[in-house]
Nanobody, 123 residues
Framework: QVQLVESGGGLVQAGESLRLSCLAS????????LAWFRQAPGKERRLVAA????????WYTGSVKGRFTISRDNAKHMMWLQMNSLKPEDTGTYYC????????????????WGQGTQVTVSA
């Protein structure tokens, strides 16, 4: 059974940082591409960042480039999203996701989802 559990969300002010974590029970973890999605209030869930199975390739949506960093540690079955210089428009529920592919920046390629963690950025 695949399980993804996010943590690290919270309420911060604009300009501050947060680090989201995802613990994954996907087997074999090291062969799956992973990603973070964000669902803003009243909007569809959108891909924010993705990382390849070995961590050597990453992808970011334009609005977070230079501010967010995705990383993973296959030995620990963990993935992280370091979010710096947060903006109010970064507010939303953040989901950890896994794909059967080794890497994907396609939003419809992800098969497994966590329950989400809320990030709220005040102006």
């Amino acid at each position: 059974q695949v399980q993804l559990v996010e943590s690290g969300g919270g309420l911060v002010q604009a300009g501050e940082s947060l680090r989201l974590s995802c613990l994954a029970s996907v087997r074999p973890f090291s062969q799956n591409g992973l990603a973070w999605f964000r669902q803003a209030p009243g909007k569809e869930r959108r891909l924010v960042a993705a990382i390849s199975w070995a961590g050597g390739t990453t992808w970011y949506t334009g609005s977070v480039k230079g501010r967010f960093t995705i990383s993973r540690d296959n030995a620990k079955h963990m993935m992280w999203l370091q979010m710096n210089s947060l903006k109010p428009e970064d507010t939303g529920t953040y989901y950890c996701a896994a794909t059967e592919a080794t890497m994907s920046s396609g939003e419809y390629d992800y098969d497994y989802w966590g329950q989400g963690t809320q990030v709220t950025v005040s102006a």
